[in-house]
């Protein structure tokens, strides 16, 4: 019984570390790509932002659709989209 127990702890926080320790999603670059095909690529060459880091791409696409930064068009894209954009464009060439 006592090594039950043990096993039932050792189990339960793996479970809560992995929770806690992993993202709650990945981007889907592959999404991301549709949505800058359908929105983006209208006004930008991928090779401007091809390869930065995602974070970077992140933060400045956040910041357009917030109005805190200019922007030719008003991006209406929630959090999970941006990511995703953010995503494709990190990895592509």
């Keep these: 019984?006592?090594?039950?127990?043990?096993?039932?702890?050792?189990?339960a926080g793996t479970a809560v570390g992995m929770l806690l320790g992993a993202p709650v999603l990945a981007a889907d670059a592959a999404a991301g790509k549709k949505i800058y095909d359908s929105i983006c690529a209208d006004c930008h060459e991928l090779k401007d932002?091809?390869?930065k880091p995602a974070a970077d791409l992140e933060k400045s696409l956040k910041a357009i659709v917030a109005r805190q930064k200019k922007h030719k068009k008003q991006l209406?894209?929630?959090?999970?989209?941006i990511a995703d954009?953010?995503?494709y464009l990190s990895t592509a060439k």
Excluded at 76 to 81: I, T
């Design 1 to 11: 019984m006592r090594r039950v127990a043990h096993v039932a702890a050792v189990l």
């Design 76 to 81: 209406h894209l929630d959090d999970v989209q």
């Design 49 to 51: 932002h091809a390869g």
């Design 85 to 87: 954009v953010a995503a």
